[in-house]
């Protein structure tokens, strides 16, 4: 690809692809749950709360996705949190859960 | 001979159903089969057209079914190959003017004589495409790489697992360039989203558009790269394990200016 073409993208910020992909994923998700994008806010909200109550979420980072196999749908949550340690009752910062 | 039945389908038109159904049939011939390919979009008759068939329509689908003539009368034989025939849609009837039982029927009598049977779908998810279905022991679902054609591929995907239709995915005007600039969804990513097999990937290509004016499917010249991967999808529905080996990504510098593109 001609590298004046590239260099122009990098200051539109266009590579539309990644656009189609999370529109994707939003109409993917609301087809196959039957869930509208309100009931995904009020899902994710929910979560938030549950969540929240055990464990500290950093900035609220809440990832939802639904993953489909064959004909099994799975819901996967990852999210970072804070987890405390056993010794000093200090958070300490962990990688996700799933 | 207890021939196997596959319905070509999509959800959403004008992605290349008809176009993957002549050449797929074609391309079975070639490698020796017994094929018959049927145009079940009844109404939006084309697939005659796409194999240069259309002047010797005689009988139709709907005649065979409401009992006006044998299937022997309606069946056309190809041009190019001895092995490959089809049985066109009819022009003027309604999607509503047959039902999945006859349907089905009729194919349970045509698989004596064929190794193949090729349906193509009408686009939609009602009666046409019901009819289109029923009967078939295998499905390939066409899409493009775009937002609408790959939902609406998801939302078939799913009514034919529901009839326990086994599915693949057959990924259609790949544009390779835009890929590579990260303007297009690259065709392993939709296989990933719609989580089932990938059967193949076809290239846009100039080729398709020019064959069809001619009515020739592609695959019938040697020349043409598109028509090299219709075979090749051909080889897997016989069983042979020819990879898919062309599946793309962005190119290093779309990648590189990405990260630059988060940076500024
Ligand atoms: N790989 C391709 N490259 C370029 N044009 C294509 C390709 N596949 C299909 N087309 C064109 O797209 C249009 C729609 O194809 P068609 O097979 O009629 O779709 P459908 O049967 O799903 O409605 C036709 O004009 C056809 O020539
Ligand atoms: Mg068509």
Redesign the interface.
């Known amino acids: ?1 001609v ?1 004046s ?3 122009k ?3 539109s ?6 656009a ?2 999370n ?3 939003m ?2 998700t609301q ?2 749950t039957g869930l509208s994008s309100n009931d995904m806010e009020a899902f994710r909200k929910d979560l938030l709360a549950v969540i929240s109550t055990y464990f500290v979420i950093e900035n609220n980072q809440l990832d939802i996705q639904w ?5 099994t749908t799975a819901l996967i949550i990852n999210t970072p949190v804070m987890v405390r340690t056993v010794t000093g009752g200090k958070m300490k910062k962990a990688v996700g859960t799933k | 001979m207890s021939g196997r039945v596959l319905v070509i389908t999509s959800g959403k038109g004008g992605v290349g159903k008809t176009t993957a159904t002549a050449n797929l049939g074609a391309a079975l011939a070639l490698r020796g089969k017994r094929v018959l390919v049927i145009d079940a979009d009844i109404g939006l008759r084309n697939l005659d057209v796409i194999m240069g068939l259309e002047n010797r329509i005689v009988f139709n689908l709907v005649d065979v079914i409401k009992g006006v003539c044998k299937h022997q009368q309606a069946i056309i034989k190809s041009k190019r190959s001895n092995n490959l025939f089809l049985l066109p849609a009819s022009q003027t009837d309604d999607k509503n003017v047959i039902n999945v039982d006859e349907m089905r029927d009729l194919l349970n009598k045509l698989k004596q004589e064929f190794h193949f049977i090729l349906v193509d779908c009408p686009a939609g998810i009602e009666q046409g495409f019901k009819n289109a279905c029923a009967g078939a022991d295998q499905a390939i679902v066409v899409t493009t790489p ?2 609408s054609s ?2 609406d591929a ?2 078939v995907i ?1 009514l034919l ?1 529901s009839e326990g239709i086994e599915t693949s995915l057959l990924i259609n005007r790949v544009d390779r ?1 835009l ?8 065709p392993q ?1 939709v296989v990933e ?3 089932i097999d990938q059967i193949g990937m076809i290239f846009r290509d100039n080729d398709i558009v020019i064959s069809s004016n001619s009515g020739d499917p592609i695959v019938y010249n040697e020349k043409s790269k598109v028509g090299k991967a219709f075979l090749e999808v051909a080889d897997r529905l016989l069983g042979v394990a020819v990879p898919i080996s062309t599946n793309i990504s962005e ?1 290093f ?2 990648r ?3 990260k ?2 988060r940076a ?1």
């Open positions: 690809m590298f073409k590239i260099i993208k990098i200051f910020g266009s590579f539309s692809k990644y189609a992909k529109r994707l994923q109409v993917l087809d196959r993953d489909k196999k064959d004909n | 775009e937002v790959i939902r998801d939302r799913g697992a360039d890929v590579k600039q990260g303007d297009m969804i690259a990513e989203m719609l989580g190119s510098w779309t590189l200016g990405r630059f593109s500024v």
